[in-house]
Structure formats: C-alpha cells, structure tokens
C-alpha cells in the first residue's frame, strides 16, 4: 500500500502520526495544541491534545504510534493550499517543474488549464488521484463542449447548454471555462445553471471585448461560480456600459489589453464600485479569485523580473516566454511605461479595496495564482498571493482559510480544507506560524529569532503531504533546482530584460 518515491516522498501508511504540532484549522479560527494527529492511509482519522505533563504520567507507551512517526514539536500543521487557477506550460518546461514547486510551496490541489491539451490533462489528474506521480490532486480546467462531440453553432447555443454540460460530466469534468462566452448572457446563464444541476463549476476570465455585454455584477447574477482575475469589476461600475477604449484599441494587442484593463480602474466610479457593486458581487453568490500575483509585474515590471530566485529556480522556458514579444501571450512589457505601471498601482489599491469590502460583506474569496505566467515563478507565486491578499487587509487567518476552506468549498470539495477527523490527509508541515508570517510557506523560510534570540532562517514547508504521502520538500527543491540549471541550454544570446545587468561581457 505504501509507495516509494525514491528519496522525493512516501506514503501513504497505514498509520501515519505527526506528533507535538500545533494546528491551523483552516476555517479563519486560530491556531491551537499541540496535537498528535493521526493518519490512516490517506484520512486524518483522530486529533488528540498533546499535553506534556499528562503524557509523562501516563508514560510513553500510551501514546499514538503508527508506521511512521513524524516529530513536529515547534512545527504548525494547516490544510494544503487549493490553487483554483494555474497553469502546467508546455515542453520545454518540464511537467514535474511545475508540480514539485507546487508542492513544496503548499498547493496539494489544483485547477490547472489543459495547456498540454485535454487528454492530456484528464490523464495525468487520474494518474494523481491513484498516487502514482508526485503532483497535487488536480481538477482540469476545460473549455466548454471540450472532450464532446459537440461543435460551432451548438455551442452557442444556450437551449443546448444541458446537453453540452451533461456530457462534459460525464466525462469526469469538473470544472468549465467560460472565458470567451461573455457575448451572451443568455449563454453564460444557460451554461452556470446546467452546470450547478451537474455538479460542476463554471469559471470566468472576463475578457475585456465582451464585458460590454457581461461585466462581473451581470456574471455573478447569471451564476457564475467564481470569476477570475480582476477583470470585469471596475467596468461594472462604469457611467457607460462599454470601458473607455482609446481610439487605437485593438484587443488582439496585448499591449493595448493589458494598458487599459489598469486603466480603467483609474476612471471607474470608486463609490459605486465599493459599494452597489460589492453588495449585488456577494448577494449573487459567486466566488472571488483574485490571481494577484501574476498581475503585480504590471506595477513594477524591473521588480518581478529581478526576484532573488529567479536564477536558481526560474525555468528557462519560462523565463524566455515571459521575455517582452509581441509574438506570445503574456510578453507585453516591451513599451510599458511609468504611467502604466501607475495604472496598475492604482488598480492593485483599488482592487484590493473592492476584495476587502466584498469579504467584509460575506462574500467568499479564494485562492488562485495563474502562474506560469507574467514572470510569475509557480510556486514561490502561491506564497506571493498569499501576501498580496494580505496587503488588501483582510486577516492573516482569513488570508490562509481563501486557499483552504474557502477554495475547497468553491471547488465543491468537502473532504479538503481542514485539519480535522473526517478530512483528507493533504497538510502542511510549516516551520514557523504561517498566520504570523505568511513568508514562512517559501521554500528558503524566513529569518526569524530563535527563543534565545539569536537569528535563524526558518526551514519553510519541511513535509507536504498530499493524499496521505509524505513528500520531502529540500529534496523536490533539489530536483526543481537541477531541471532549471539544464534549462539554461535554452537561454537566448539576446535576453533584453538580463543582459544590461551582467556582470562581465555577455
Ligand atoms: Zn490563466
């Protein structure tokens, strides 16, 4: 029963105890124990309060033993992260860059874009939920009518949205992405309410060219599960129902798209937008996934490129992607200005504001990075958002229980998301309070002081353990580390954003 992922991880056990841990829920509470938790397989079966002085009285044998112990004393256990939206790249990029970094920053499930395509996407989630890969547990994220034989003009039509959505189903999906559908209400409305009868969710990047029609108040009230991104909210408090394009606008440029989606946060009405909009957001029940992280290049663009890991862990395929091109998507940083960045400093503020306010007001945010993508390095990235959520105000705890309870609830997942009997084994082994300091969940930890006050770096996440197996994350990091250095085959004799900063002739 139990699989050996050579020196990478193990599990899962018959019984399986982490010892002397204190807790993080998961559901906002704080965090207490210390607890010895037990794990059997991969279901956390039993919790019980560790006290020291009770234990010695009983003695050492009445305590919880299983096939493997894990000594946590000092360490905090939380639920692992659920990132609703991300992405795998293609080749050069290696598939097990982008799941061990995942891993050993926290994410133990994810919704990732099929980018290697459908099969592909179907096969590698089932070759994780039966534990034969190291990767986190994954809910692809599917077009909608892919893997149907349904096609073109059936497609748009919303009478058919029951029949499209039922074979999707059937299929084993689970989540559908609405992106291009926003010409039509009537479609998106069709699609959310068949969806929800089948089980599934419907995910929304409301794209610039159609929120004429469906802005973010129109999609949350048509049932849409969770809308992606910050698309779609300045515009729903607008004067006009179309954005204030400038005369030149093309949305197939990227450079345009990117410009005028900060932009418009900058005229939007700022009232209405904290308010009317946050109120009917949380009234037409639908879920905020913010995805900061991979926009926050756009407000410092020399910054997001020159992070302290990006040498050492930073593929060269991602890298060479990110590289300022008119050619790719997400490569637009080839005439961006200070007063674009303002934009998008501006937007980030205001945004934030609008994700404070909706939270206050009982609506749900989750968790999504859309790494892979904009200079966002998975996994340093799931950490990164954590901050940026934090940076909008809302409490650390609250901050963390977006990426646990919060998305699992999203997720229609309600095994996943707390530490507690009943739950599954997916936890995190942190050194140091990640409620305390959310840099805690990177890989290289934090510097911190030790109880004699002396200063140490901490150890980041030690153990992430998906499905009940124990994975070991210096050694994941090991391998990322290995993957990016042969990646550096791949590097251009050009590299526009590098080369002014290189010390010696290129
Ligand atoms: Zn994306």
């Known amino acids: 029963m139990t699989r050996q992922f050579g020196d990478l991880g193990a599990g899962p056990y018959k019984s399986l105890v982490i010892r002397n841990a204190m807790v993080i829920p998961g ?14 397989g991969n279901m956390i079966t039993q919790m019980v309060p560790f006290d020291p002085v009770a234990a010695e009285r009983r003695g050492a044998g009445s305590r919880m033993t299983g096939d493997r112990i894990i000594e946590a004393e000092g360490k905090y256990v939380m639920p692992g992260m659920i990132d609703l939206h991300t992405h795998i790249r293609t080749l050069p990029e290696e598939i097990e860059y982008v799941y061990y970094l995942k891993l050993a920053m926290g994410v133990t499930t994810m919704v990732n874009a099929a980018d290697r395509g459908y099969a592909n996407g179907m096969e590698e989630a089932k070759k994780s939920a039966a534990n034969e890969i190291i990767a986190p547990r994954m809910f692809p994220l599917v077009s909608y009518g892919a893997g149907t034989s349904f096609k073109g003009r059936q497609l748009d039509d919303p009478a058919m949205a029951s029949q499209v959505v039922k074979a999707m189903a059937a299929n084993g999906n689970r989540v559908i992405s609405m992106d291009p559908l926003g010409w039509s209400l009537d479609l998106v409305a069709a699609i959310a309410k068949a ?6 969710i419907t995910s929304f990047h409301l794209q610039p060219s159609n929120t004429a029609v469906t802005q973010a ?7 849409v599960t969770m809308i992606e991104h910050h698309y779609g909210y300045a515009e729903s408090a607008l004067d006009n129902k179309t954005q204030d394009f400038p005369r030149t606008y093309n949305y197939g440029n990227e450079n345009d798209r990117f410009r005028e989606a900060g932009k418009v946060w900058t005229y939007t009405n700022k009232e209405r937008l904290l308010n009317e909009v946050a109120d009917t957001l949380v009234k037409c029940g639908v879920t905020m996934l913010p995805t900061r992280v991979v926009y926050e290049a756009n407000r410092d663009v020399i910054r997001a490129t020159s992070l302290p890991w990006t040498d050492k862990y930073t593929h060269q395929a991602l890298w060479n992607w990110n590289l ?3 050619a790719y998507h997400g490569s637009f940083h080839y ?13 980030f503020r205001l945004w934030g504001d609008l994700i404070y ?8 945010v989750a968790f999504g990075t859309d790494d892979n993508y904009i200079w966002a390095t998975p996994g340093f990235s799931s950490v990164r958002e954590l901050q940026l959520q934090r ?20 997720l229609g997942e309600p095994q996943l998301g707390l530490v507690r009997p009943g739950y599954k084994a997916d936890l995190l082994i942190v050194d140091g309070n990640p409620a305390a300091n959310l840099k805690y969940l990177y890989s290289f930890g934090d510097l911190a002081l030790d109880k004699d006050g002396k200063m140490i770096r901490t150890k980041g996440i030690v153990h992430t353990i998906k499905d009940g197996v124990v994975l070991n994350n210096a050694r994941l990091m090991e391998e990322v580390e290995k993957m990016v250095q042969a990646s550096r085959k791949l590097a251009p004799a050009v ?12």
């Open 335 to 347: 005439d961006w200005t200070s007063d674009d960045e303002y934009y998008w400093t501006t937007a």
């Open 324 to 326: 300022p091109n008119p």
């Open 391 to 410: 940076e909008t105000g809302m409490h650390g705890l609250e901050v963390i229980k977006t990426a646990t309870l919060n998305s699992a609830q999203t």
């Open 217 to 223: 108040v129109k999609a949350a009230c048509a049932g």
């Open 357 to 364: 306010e909706f939270n206050k007001r009982g609506g749900r």
């Open 195 to 200: 969806a929800k009868e089948n089980g599934m």
């Open 495 to 506: 590299d526009v954003m590098r080369d002014p900063f290189r010390v010696g002739k290129p």
């Open 27 to 40: 559901h906002g509470g704080p965090p207490a124990g210390p607890y010895d938790i037990m794990i059997e």
